[in-house]
């Protein structure tokens, strides 16, 4: 099978629109070709008309020129009328010699008042350059300058008859030129009809064998889209590109239409385990959040009730009241993001709770360099932190110790940092504690630091936790959660 010959042996679209286009495409060279050159054989006729006058002009001024200049050399011999008078001579001459001087193109009249012109200047060159030889007193001065002085004259005659003539010829090419011109606009006119009608030609055709079945296929496309697979086959009226597309469609259509019911039970189960998935996610998120260390509930009710015996009600008053704020702020709290400033109000409570239970042995700085109320975290996010920086950091430690709470803003990225100078983990501990924060994020299971890393990979996509510790030298927890808002302060060391 031929590539530009259809199934059926007919004209492929390509070729009839290709014929056409070649067409329309000479007809409109051609009329630009004889445009062009009609209007650079305009031009050249006109420039050759403006330069024979203006040559005929020049030498007409040249010569007036000289013999004014002439004139004044007689009657005042001076170094200056002098140099005047020689460029006068000068310039005749460079005009006379940019005379056009060709039979063939200036024709017998002008050729014969040029030969007349250059042979007269000649000749009054040999007498004017005799006359300036002889002395004022010679017998023969007066005569000689009057002399000259005619022939100057004739000069002038004869450049003023050579520019009639030149002024006639170039009115008769002028006339001949302005009649061809005049039936340009014909010639450009039939030319444009004849381009004008081939288009319309092709559009007739385009119209009929691509527009028209391009129409309908659209048409049923959006029939198809909205679902009514029940509109008849569209007719194949070509044997061209276009009848085997619509051909195609037809098949693409029926195949469509039995695939319809099973895509959209697909659809229709794909929808709903994404939707059971997001609700799982949604309540692994709100299970992580519940998860209460109780042994520290325990912890420190037990210490309350021990302080209740030993002190009046005023400490443990307070104590209670802080529970309770802490219990309120935990229960409350229902989304999965809240702002900085709202978890630290959180913490407050349970720092209080661990001061009384330590008895301010180990104390609580922070530095917040950025707008807590407008950053956003993990709600539930620093309590677990700080309480592992309690528990298992600073507990043994008799001589008490800091815990340091910094946030600031680093390009558009929120930092936190929770440090202890407790006693640290060596290489072998961190590397446990980091596999079970990965395990944790796999499995979900845990409610420390692996449920903190795993809810920073949900919430803030690029977002992560890092730990750092050195027996001995303490213990650095590292959030990085992307935010908007920037900040210049800089990450301090925890001696």
């Excluded at 005929?56 to 013999?67: G, I, M, P, R």
């Excluded at 469609?249 to 039970?265: G, P, Y």
């Amino acid at each position: 099978m031929a590539r530009n010959k259809t199934a059926q042996g007919g004209i492929s679209l390509r070729r009839k629109v290709t014929a056409w286009l070649a067409a329309i495409l000479l007809v409109t060279m051609l009329s630009t070709g004889i445009a062009t050159m009609a209007g650079q054989w305009t031009v050249r006729s006109f420039d050759m008309l403006l330069a024979d006058n203006a040559v005929c002009y020049t030498v007409q001024n040249a010569l007036k020129d000289e013999t004014q200049a002439f004139a004044r050399y007689v009657r005042q011999p001076t170094s200056e009328t002098e140099q005047a008078y020689t460029a006068a001579c000068t310039a005749s001459e460079q005009s006379l010699a940019a005379l056009p001087f060709d039979y063939a193109r200036i024709g017998e009249e002008r050729y014969a008042r040029t030969w007349n012109l250059l042979q007269g200047y000649a000749g009054y060159r040999q007498e004017r350059d005799a006359f300036l030889q002889l002395s004022p007193s010679a017998d023969t001065y007066i005569e000689q300058m009057y002399h000259v002085m005619a022939l100057q004259d004739y000069l002038a005659e004869y450049a003023l008859r050579l520019t009639q003539a030149t002024l006639e010829q170039e009115n008769a090419l002028y006339s001949s030129t302005a009649a061809h011109i005049r039936h340009l606009p014909w010639l450009y006119l039939g030319l444009f009809l004849t381009a004008a009608a081939l288009m319309l030609l092709l559009i007739r055709v385009l119209s009929r064998a691509v527009v028209r079945p391009l129409l309908r296929l659209a048409q049923a496309s959006r029939s198809i889209a909205e679902g009514d697979f029940s509109r008849p086959d569209l007719p194949v009226k070509s044997s061209d590109e276009v009848g085997r597309l619509t051909g195609t469609f037809n098949q693409m259509k029926h195949a469509m239409a039995q695939q319809l019911t099973t895509q959209q039970a697909l659809h229709r189960e794909e929808v709903r385990n994404l939707a059971l998935e997001k609700d799982l996610e949604h309540t692994r998120l709100e299970v992580l959040k519940s998860q209460v260390n109780p042994h520290f509930l325990f912890n420190t009710l037990n210490m309350i009730s021990c302080m209740a015996r030993l002190e009046d009600a005023a400490t443990t008053d307070q104590m209670i009241v802080h529970l309770g704020s802490l219990f309120r702020h935990n229960l409350r709290t229902k989304r999965q993001q809240i702002t900085l400033e709202e978890e630290l109000d959180g913490l407050e409570d349970y720092i209080y709770l661990q001061q009384m239970r330590f008895d301010g042995r180990i104390t609580v700085e922070k530095s917040i360099h950025v707008q807590s109320a407008a950053v956003l975290v993990p709600s539930f996010m620093l309590q677990p932190v700080v309480e592992n920086a309690y528990s298992h950091g600073l507990k043994s430690r008799e001589e008490g110790g800091r815990i340091l709470l910094r946030a600031w803003m680093q390009d558009k990225v929120l930092v936190l940092t929770v440090a202890d100078n407790g006693n640290g983990m060596t290489a072998e501990e961190l590397d446990a504690v980091q596999a079970k924060i990965v395990q944790s994020e796999q499995t979900g299971r845990s409610i420390g630091l692996g449920n903190i890393s795993r809810r920073i990979g949900m919430l803030y996509p690029g977002g992560k936790m890092q730990v750092y510790s050195r027996a001995g030298h303490g213990t650095v927890v590292r959030f990085e959660l992307p935010q908007t808002q920037q900040s210049e302060e800089k990450e301090e060391t925890l001696s």
